[in-house]
Antibody, heavy 123, light 107 residues
Framework: EVQLVESGGGLVKPGGSLRLSCAAS????????MNWVRQAPGKGLEWVSS????????YYADSVKGRFTISRDNARNSLYLQMNSLRVEDTAVFYC????????????????WGRGTLVTVSS | EIVLTQSPDTLSLSPGERATLSCRAS??????LAWYQQKPGQAPRLLIY???NRATGIPGRFTGSGSGTDFTLTISSLEPEDFAVYHC?????????FGGGTKVEIK
């Protein structure tokens, strides 16, 4: 089955760190650019970061630049998001999402989504 | 940054009625616009890409149209499972951006 499964969310204090993971299965993970998208409670979707298949191209939203780091391990079919200096406004469900085309740089729409993992930043 | 403005915020309709959702891009997004459906507690699902192409498995009652600055998602006859929140997203330029969403609720 083609799927993405996020993990690593939880409750963290402002200023703290958290590392999210996304496990991919059922498709050739190493061929696709991948993304993180978040959704604050009751709010719309916000793109967070994108990474190309070989990690050559990486992009961040201004709201997380310098605090979050996206990475991937193609041998483990996994995508990661290291989140440092977390703020209350980072509270959201974080989704892992796949680009629709293999072997192309990122910057498209998202054709496969995980179910998300909740990150709560609160003292 | 391309700002996407969706309207209305909420659309109250009955099953069988036609739904027309708007997404306005400023500045324009050429044809690089996608639509997603999201139900409570679920991840978004891709409906339409590149303004008018239906994603795999999406029923024909969903139609995307428009280009440049004005885009429309039309649901020709609402089924009970269509009541959800709909998001538009542009991939014309970085950063990738989403609209605020339109909720289609049962009247």
């Amino acid at each position: 089955e083609v799927q993405l499964v996020e993990s690593g969310g939880g409750l963290v204090k402002p200023g703290g760190s958290l590392r999210l993971s996304c496990a991919a299965s059922g498709f050739s993970f190493s061929s696709y650019s991948m993304n993180w998208v978040r959704q604050a409670p009751g709010k719309g979707l916000e793109w967070v970061s994108s990474i190309s298949s070989e990690s050559s191209y990486i992009y961040y939203a201004d709201s997380v630049k310098g605090r979050f780091t996206i990475s991937r391990d193609n041998a483990r079919n996994s995508l990661y998001l290291q989140m440092n200096s977390l703020r209350v406004e980072d509270t959201a469900v974080f989704y892992c999402a796949r680009d629709p085309y293999n072997d192309r740089p990122p910057g498209w729409y998202f054709d496969l989504w995980g179910r998300g993992t909740l990150v709560t930043v609160s003292s | 940054e391309i700002v996407l403005t969706q309207s209305p915020d909420t659309l109250s309709l009955s099953p069988g009625e036609r739904a027309t959702l708007s997404c306005r891009a400023s500045p324009g997004a050429t044809n690089f616009l996608a639509w997603y459906q999201q139900k409570p507690g679920q991840a978004p699902r891709l409906l339409i890409y590149d303004a008018f192409n239906r994603a795999t498995g999406i029923p024909g009652r969903f139609t995307g149209s428009g280009s440049g600055t004005d885009f429309t998602l039309t649901i020709s006859s609402l089924e009970p499972e269509d009541f959800a929140v709909y998001h538009c997203q542009q991939h014309s330029s970085w950063p990738l951006t989403f609209g605020g969403g339109t909720k289609v609720e049962i009247k």
